[in-house]
């Protein structure tokens, strides 16, 4: 079993900062990609970063400059620092994980977090 935990979320006003953070947890033995999602009410789940293992990041051309992906593989932890916070960045943000987990044999699949709510208002 694994579990994404996403912690981080909240209000902010317009150009403030956020630093997301999720954290795996279970029987996992490598992490290879993760990455960050957001879904607005009314609209379809769309990436936003990623992260291979090896440190290679990919982002939304909507947050390019203005959003970092990073990762702590001791941690199994991925992070989204999000500045110049815009109220179009307003939606449930989730994490996303390609694990490779269990006591041999090994089970790979993608595991999803429960989301954290960012709302970005004056």
């Known amino acids: 079993q694994v579990q994404l935990v996403e912690s981080g979320g909240g209000l902010v006003q317009p150009g403030g900062s956020l630093r997301l953070s999720c954290a795996a947890s279970g029987t996992i033995f490598s992490i290879y990609d993760m990455g960050w999602y957001r879904q607005a009410p009314g609209k379809q789940r769309d990436v936003v970063a990623s992260?291979?293992?090896?440190?290679?990041?990919n982002y939304a051309e909507s947050v390019k400059g203005r959003f970092t992906i990073s990762r702590d593989d001791a941690k199994n932890t991925v992070f989204l620092q999000m500045n110049s916070l815009q109220p179009e960045d307003t939606a449930a943000y989730y994490c996303n994980a390609d694990v490779l987990a269990g006591i041999l044999p090994f089970n790979r699949g993608r595991y999803w977090g429960q989301g954290t709510q960012v709302t970005v208002s004056s």
């Open positions: 992260i291979t293992s090896g440190g290679s990041t």
